[in-house]
């Protein structure tokens, strides 16, 4: 059985994106695989956070998970910071990554353009990354397309240890969903939707009430030629509403622009499906959210699952490069 991991930052709200472009297929990795999910509280500190804040929200968030149809019988479902491998093998990861990979990395570029304070977290966040992945002999990551060049890097980094020390690592693939791998901002099509981005209008939580979210979708951006088709390039916005509609409905965007003439409808449709999606889910999260104690110790025992693994993977890779055993 294949092995599935991927890891969500438990900073902001949980929106649109993160789930069509990833956690949809994290429910249905979880029938067919072996699955391994993580909310990484660690890499949020990569950028300032409020401790209380951090803290519910990682709570949260594992509520969230549970309530989009992760099922802890079904997979593992940990926080980062409760199996200290991560951090451990963060560090032989820092030494196996370069200085000039990791300022190569569009994602530090983006984000420290838009901090004050940089931290070296912030810089090294790829090597913790690899060592979440690698700690768990992970075959598939399933995740949206902006962590291409994270899984990537981590690839190389498990080549190169493998390399140096012999056959430590399995090295991973990535899974990009065909339909909702890139989800837009409704106000700004050319860049995606994030929790980071402070766009209110341009970005759906998946705890936003449906009235919220149709106005959201009528008032999205489109373009003046009245012509619907998938064309990121030219077409961001009317593109954008077809991939949202497809990947909620789990067809591709090609197939659903067949079925619309008049942006007006697409826009109906897509705020229906997106409805009918996050409905279910926000009456899942009311019930969950009355037992944060049950919360707490499913989360506990994610994570001692979690690290029967980790530490035979962190083991294995202390000794293979030279580390002496206590
Ligand atoms: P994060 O927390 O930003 O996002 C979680 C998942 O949501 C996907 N995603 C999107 N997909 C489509 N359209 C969007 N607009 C969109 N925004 C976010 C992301 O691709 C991701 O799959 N670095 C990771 C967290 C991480 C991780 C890992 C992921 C840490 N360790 C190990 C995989 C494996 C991140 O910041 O994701």
């Known amino acids: 059985m294949a092995r599935v991991f991927s890891g969500i930052q438990p900073s902001g709200d949980l929106h649109l994106g993160n789930l069509l472009g990833a956690l949809v297929n994290w429910v249905n990795h979880?029938?067919?695989?072996?699955?391994?999910y993580c909310i990484v509280d660690l890499h949020a500190l990569t950028l300032p956070k409020d401790p209380e804040e951090l803290r519910s929200s990682t709570l949260e968030l594992a509520q969230l998970l549970m309530a989009v149809g992760l099922d802890p019988d079904k997979c593992t479902l940990f926080v980062q910071s409760h199996v200290p491998e991560h951090s451990q093998l963060a560090w032989l990861m820092e030494c196996t990554v370069?200085?000039?990979?990791?300022?190569?990395?569009?994602?530090f570029k983006d984000k420290s353009d838009r901090s004050e304070f940089i931290s070296a977290g912030l810089f090294?966040?790829?090597?913790?990354?690899?060592?979440?992945?690698?700690?768990?002999?992970?075959?598939?990551?399933p995740v949206g397309d902006d962590q291409r060049q994270h899984i990537e890097i981590?690839?190389?980094i498990a080549e190169r240890f493998n390399?140096?020390?012999?056959?430590t690592f399995v090295v991973p693939e990535h899974v990009i969903p065909p339909a909702g791998a890139r989800i837009m901002d409704l106000q700004h099509p050319e860049r995606k939707m994030s929790k980071s981005q402070h766009s209110v209008n341009g970005t759906i939580n998946v705890l936003e009430n449906p009235d919220?979210?149709?106005?959201?979708?009528?008032?999205?951006?489109?373009?003046?030629?009245?012509?619907?088709?998938?064309?990121?390039?030219?077409?961001a916005g009317v593109s954008n509403l077809l991939s949202i509609l497809g990947a909620a409905k789990g067809d591709s965007p090609e197939e659903v622009a067949k079925s619309f003439e008049r942006y007006g409808d697409l826009k109906s449709a897509a705020a229906d499906a997106v409805v009918d999606l996050l409905l279910p889910?926000?009456?899942?999260?009311?019930?969950?959210?009355?037992?944060?104690?049950?919360?707490?110790?499913?989360?506990?025992?994610g994570a001692e699952k979690a690290q029967e693994v980790a530490s035979r993977t962190l083991t294995r890779a202390q000794q293979n490069c030279g580390l002496l055993q206590a």
């Open 154 to 156: 981590t690839r190389d």
């Open 281 to 301: 889910i926000q009456e899942r999260y009311a019930d969950l959210q009355s037992d944060p104690a049950e919360t707490r110790r499913l989360l506990q025992a």
């Open 163 to 167: 390399h140096r020390f012999g056959e």
């Open 98 to 107: 370069s200085y000039g990979e990791l300022s190569r990395m569009t994602a």
């Open 212 to 235: 919220s979210v149709r106005k959201k979708i009528k008032r999205a951006v489109t373009d003046s030629d009245g012509e619907i088709r998938f064309d990121f390039e030219s077409k």
């Open 30 to 36: 979880q029938e067919e695989h072996e699955a391994v």
């Open 124 to 141: 090294t966040y790829p090597a913790l990354q690899a060592a979440d992945i690698l700690l768990y002999d992970t075959d598939l990551v």
